[in-house]
């Protein structure tokens, strides 16, 4: 069963700070991953979509790399502002399993941004 | 706008009792999904449906229930057999079932039984 692994559990950093998150998965079959934003309460915002051929994607001040033969995906935010504190979730889609073709999700990693 | 509703948002019921949750999507897409949310766990998948009249079990459906009677629709019902209903249930879409199709999600409905 593909497991899905994110670290640090928490973050906590002070405005401006370059920062990385990190996630890593157990079985490399994956035809896709995305990265989610999670607010206190609410429901998941898709950030970054990685498809299995590709090594990376970007948008405005994210970066998203994958290198899909050791397991692992980075989420790189530039310049942290406090509007980005919420709770990252990182998922794969694959290998199909009894569950068919959905999501395995990390447990995510909550950060907190200070002024 | 395109994307998920869920209804409501918060949910309230009594041991014992059966309670549907909604979920409805105008992105027209086929395949939708139900996960479960529980503090410190990682999302996990109750059912899956990829096509209208057609449904699958995904990881902990049991105790749980739901339909695809129309494509944008995709109802659960969580059922007095489900010993611990308390969580945060959240609904999602993709174009399609296999492929590398991004997921989408709707607000989720915190439902909390006594």
């Known amino acids: 069963k593909q497991e899905v692994t994110q670290i640090p559990a928490a973050l906590s950093v002070p405005e401006g700070e370059n920062l990385v998150l990190n996630c890593s998965f157990t079985?490399?079959?994956?035809?896709?991953l995305q990265w989610f934003r999670q607010d206190p309460g609410k429901g998941l915002t898709s950030l970054l979509l990685?498809?299995?051929?590709?090594r990376e994607q970007t948008s405005g001040r994210l970066n998203a790399s994958l290198d899909k033969s050791s397991g692992r995906s980075t989420l790189y935010i530039a310049a942290s502002q406090p509007g980005d504190s919420a709770t990252y979730l990182c998922?794969?889609?694959?290998?199909?399993?009894?569950?068919?073709?959905?999501?395995?999700f990390g447990k995510g990693t909550s950060l907190l941004v200070t002024p | 706008d395109g994307g998920i509703t869920q209804s409501p948002k918060y949910l309230f019921r009594k041991e014992g009792q059966n309670v549907t949750l909604s979920c409805e999507q105008n992105?027209?897409?086929?395949?939708m999904y139900w996960y479960r949310q529980d503090p410190g766990q990682g999302l996990r998948l109750i059912y899956y449906?990829?096509?209208?009249?057609?449904?699958q079990k995904g990881d902990i459906a049991e105790g749980y229930s739901v339909s695809r009677e129309k494509k944008e629709s995709f109802p659960l019902t969580v059922t007095s057999a489900q010993k611990n209903p308390t969580a945060f249930y959240l609904c999602?879409?993709?174009?399609?079932?296999?492929?590398?199709?991004?997921?989408?999600f709707g607000p989720g409905t915190r439902l909390t039984v006594t």
């Open positions: 999602a879409s993709s174009t399609q079932l296999a492929g590398a199709y991004e997921q989408y």
């Open positions: 079985d490399s079959a994956i035809y896709n």
């Open positions: 990685i498809q299995s051929s590709q």
């Open positions: 998922a794969v889609k694959g290998p199909r399993s009894n569950s068919g073709y959905a999501l395995n």
């Open positions: 992105l027209n897409h086929d395949a």
């Open positions: 449906s990829q096509i209208v009249n057609d449904f």
